[in-house]
């Protein structure tokens, strides 16, 4: 899902990576209070805040591949949003994650042996 700002592709992204669809509980596994903190938000700020604790979570690889495969899966080019059974949920197409994250996905998979969100982000990856 891309389109340009203001388009209404990007302003249902801006809406899904908000949580807005979300009753509430738009990434509440990065923090309970996520939903209210990232209502009205821009994407691109939503994205960072988003991208944030992947980047300080978990010891797999180094913190500058941590953001760089952090920052491609939000990308809106590679992620689109699905609905099922009342939650929506973000996926990732592997084929329209650029080159440089998928180095970045090698190197985190191989860093370390500890499990961690980037971590199976990163396997799956370089399992594709």
Known sequence: MSGRSGSPDAELYQALLNGEYADGRAWEGLAPEAAGLLKG?????????????????GPAGR???REILARGVLDPAAAFFVADAGEVFMHVDASRIPDDVIEAARRVAAGADSDGPLREIAKTKQAA
Not at 41 to 57: C, L, M, N
């Open 63 to 65: 913190r500058p591949d």
């Open 41 to 57: 938000k821009s994407a691109d700020d939503a994205r960072e805040w988003i991208a944030s604790p992947f980047r300080r979570r």
